[in-house]
């Protein structure tokens, strides 16, 4: 398959359109990360993402929705808290567990009696679920396990010859992926940290979302997935990752005591100077926004370089910064070192 790349005009978004109506899949740009997307309606549409990925098939998709109207084709329920989250995030990187709609293509929920929605906030995505008049369904538009696309050239990376349309709308402002929020049971659970923070969540809900356990774990053997994505390792480029936890002294020392040959420090920008090594970097140390907004191209570019190891520098955990510690742990398969 010919794999097209252009610009998201007017034009670009009709024939996105016109493929989604036709069952086939686009790469679309959203204020997260890259989607890959096809009509959340039809079962054969939505089977070819997971084809396109190689993504495991109990593994469920995000329905992305433009207006309030279109909530009902995706979900049958919608509770007061939903609501409430809804006035206060959307359109924005907020992603709502509810109880699935009947007319939703049974891929989309793999299995599950929920589905997950979210309005995103990018011009070009809202165009193309406008002009197709369906939600449609989609995960990030990377090959299963490897990092994010925040760019056009991203997706071409993975995707090219798999995919026919590739819709450029620019570098992604927020960097990671949606924060995941179930609303389903007794108690609001958190199932991905994102760019839209739990004490965010808490102010709106009046009360804290649960921590899922697999924010932070990996999945005990025989524990059922809360949220299937988080039980996979994830988000990894083809370097080795660990995770060094501590402060920049401890962290530098660790580096200049564990140097070989093709590893890289993945160091907060700034930190480059000190570090006995070849860096790559992602963001300041203060700002976790802008942590996010370079995670997934700092792990790509390792790759780049051919990497072979690289020692992470630990982001924090708390606020946005929790969302870029979630992501590193599963690139790093839980590989954490604590130095002090
Ligand atoms: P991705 O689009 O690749 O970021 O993956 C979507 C994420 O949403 C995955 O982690 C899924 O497990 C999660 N997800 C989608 N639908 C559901 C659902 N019905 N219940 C729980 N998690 C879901
Ligand atoms: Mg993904």
Redesign the pocket.
Same mark, same amino acid.
């Given at each position: 398959m010919h794999t097209i790349l252009r610009q998201a005009d007017t034009e670009a978004i009709r024939q996105a359109a016109r493929l989604l109506l036709a069952d086939e899949t686009v790469a679309v740009p959203t204020e997260t990360?890259y989607?890959l997307a096809a009509n959340a309606l039809s079962d054969v549409a939505v089977r070819k993402i997971f084809e396109a990925k190689g993504?495991p098939q109990d593994?469920?998709?995000?329905s992305h929705i433009a207006s309030m109207e279109m909530l009902p084709m995706v979900v049958r329920s919608v509770s007061e808290c939903a609501y409430r989250l809804a006035e206060a995030f959307w359109p924005g990187p907020l992603?709502i567990?509810l109880p699935?709609a009947r007319g939703l293509a049974d891929a !989309?929920?793999?299995g599950?009696d929920?589905?997950?929605v979210r309005m995103p906030a990018h011009p070009a995505a809202r165009a193309l679920i406008e002009a197709s008049g369906v939600p449609f369904a989609?995960?990030?538009a990377n090959l299963s396990g490897s990092p994010?696309p925040t760019t056009a050239e991203d997706v071409l990376a993975d995707m090219d010859g798999r995919i026919p349309l590739i819709l450029d709308g620019g570098p992604c402002d927020v960097g990671v992926?949606?924060t !995941?929020i179930?609303l389903?049971g007794a108690e609001p659970v958190l199932?991905?940290p994102g760019r839209i923070t739990a004490g965010q969540l808490q102010q709106v809900l009046g009360r804290p979302a649960v921590l899922s356990n697999a924010v932070l774990h990996p999945l005990e053997q025989g524990e059922a997935?809360?949220?299937?994505?988080?039980k996979y390792k994830h988000y990894a480029p083809k370097a080795e990752i660990m995770l060094i936890k501590g402060s920049l002294d401890a962290y530098k020392t660790y580096v200049e005591t564990h140097l070989e040959e093709g590893v890289y420090a993945l160091c907060f920008t700034g930190e480059e100077q000190t570090l006995p090594c070849p860096c790559v970097t992602y963001g300041r140390a203060d700002s976790p926004e802008e942590q996010a907004h370079e995670l997934f191209s700092a792990l790509r570019m390792l790759d780049a370089h051919g990497a072979r190891l690289a020692y992470a520098h630990c982001p924090a955990q708390q606020g946005v910064a929790l969302a870029v510690y979630n992501r590193l742990l599963r690139a790093a398969a839980f590989h954490v070192v604590e130095v002090s």
């Open positions: 990360v989607g993504r593994n469920p998709l995000i992603t567990i699935r !989309v929920c793999a599950l929920t589905a997950a989609a995960p990030s994010s992926e949606s !995941v179930s389903v199932l991905r997935a809360a949220s299937p994505g988080m």
